[in-house]
């Protein structure tokens, strides 16, 4: 780092390798130190604890500071190592979402950042328009799904992956996805390469994790996955109705209690069961509907509603009993 650091040099929607760091050190004492001692001197300190340092040298532009102050961060850390402290402080199966967070943001910068402008090369008004669902969001339908450790998730049209990426990190389960565009399924496939080395630095574990490039449509491991799945995600919000109908069909495959999380909804929420649908996909589906706030998906500022539909077979089963057709 310059002696003298210009905080304003480096570029808002770029790396900034700073703000890396200093957040790597907060992430390092709060989850992978298991020292309240250290957690203190680093973070609980909010005059010359080692957090508010860095904050001060780099608000400052004082990079002589700046390094003092990481060099006493590591010196406390080799003592502490030295002791057998550094185990993490957390369930093993369910990683913090800001250490997951954290961990997802440092890969994307290093793969998708540099060249994040060639995502931008698609057709526009298609099926193929590419926008990121960001970790808040991610992290609520972790929670809202109940996906853990023993959960099969899959994204179909997983863009550059770092939902799967995200879900396998912070739950451990089985994360898989698939991409029909090429760039953002070769980056998918890089963040995956990253995924494991950074994830085995931090001596984190997580689910296994499979991106490929395909259509969900046709690929034989989706439709293999499919019978397996805990939860689905489609972000179908530039999908058209034919499509979304393909999507439908494919859901006949899930297994009882599957949910399926989608920005548009599959079903309305006042659907009815008829003589005329009992047989149609959007009569085995329970629709939940919920808001989402701002700084949640990258193709807006604006909140919006995503929605939850569980396969729900029971329903049908009513019906066609109280017909005698069971």
């Given at each position: 780092m310059p002696k003298s650091y210009d905080r304003d040099a480096e570029p808002r929607d770029e790396y900034l390798p700073v703000t890396d760091l200093i957040s790597t050190i907060r992430a390092i004492a709060t989850y992978l130190v298991d020292s309240p001692e250290?957690?203190?001197?680093?973070?609980?300190?909010?005059?010359?604890?080692?957090?508010?340092?860095?904050?001060?040298?780099?608000?400052?532009?004082?990079?002589?500071?700046?390094?003092?102050a990481v060099g006493e961060f590591n010196a406390l850390l080799d003592a502490e190592r030295d002791s057998g402290r550094t185990g993490a402080c957390f369930d093993e199966n369910h990683?913090?979402?800001?250490?997951?967070?954290?961990?997802?943001?440092?890969?994307?910068?290093?793969?998708?950042?540099?060249?994040?402008?060639?995502?931008?090369?698609?057709?526009?008004?298609s099926n193929n328009v590419y926008g990121e669902i960001l970790p808040t969001l991610v992290?609520?339908?972790?929670?809202?799904?109940?996906?853990?450790?023993?959960?099969?998730?899959?994204?179909?049209?997983?863009?550059?992956?770092?939902?799967?990426?995200?879900?396998?990190?912070?739950?451990?389960?089985?994360?898989?996805?698939?991409?029909?565009?090429?760039?953002?399924a070769r980056f998918a496939k890089r963040q995956a390469r990253e995924f494991e080395h950074r994830m085995r630095l931090y001596k984190l574990r997580h689910g296994s994790v499979q991106?490929?490039?395909?259509?969900?449509?046709?690929?034989?491991?989706?439709?293999?996955?499919?019978?397996?799945?805990?939860?689905?995600?489609?972000?179908?919000?530039?999908?058209?109705?034919?499509?979304?109908?393909?999507?439908?069909?494919?859901?006949?495959?899930?297994?009882?209690?599957?949910?399926?999380?989608?920005?548009k909804p599959f079903v309305t929420p006042d659907h009815k069961i008829s003589a005329r649908n009992i047989y149609s996909p959007e009569s085995i589906l329970k629709i939940r509907r919920y808001p989402y706030w701002s700084q949640c998906v990258s193709w807006t500022d604006s909140g919006?509603?995503?929605?939850?539909?569980?396969?729900?077979?029971s329903r049908v089963k009513e019906f066609l009993a109280s017909r005698g057709m069971a």
């Open positions: 250290l957690k203190h001197q680093v973070c609980g300190d909010k005059e010359n604890g080692v957090m508010r340092r860095l904050e001060r040298a780099r608000n400052r532009r004082n990079g002589n500071d700046f390094v003092r990683i913090p979402s800001e250490l997951a967070i954290h961990v997802i943001e440092q890969i994307y910068n290093r793969i998708v950042a540099p060249t994040v402008g060639s995502l931008r090369q698609y057709k526009a008004f992290n609520e339908f972790i929670n809202r799904t109940n996906i853990t450790h023993t959960s099969t998730f899959v994204d179909l049209g997983c863009g550059i992956g770092n939902v799967v990426l995200q879900v396998a990190a912070q739950t451990g389960c089985n994360a898989s996805g698939i991409e029909i565009m090429k760039v953002p991106v490929w490039r395909g259509d969900f449509c046709e690929s034989s491991n989706v439709q293999a996955l499919l019978p397996k799945a805990d939860v689905l995600l489609v972000n179908n919000y530039a999908f058209d109705s034919a499509l979304n109908q393909h999507l439908l069909q494919l859901f006949l495959d899930l297994k009882e209690g599957t949910k399926i999380i989608s920005l919006g509603e995503y929605f939850v539909q569980t396969v729900d077979r």
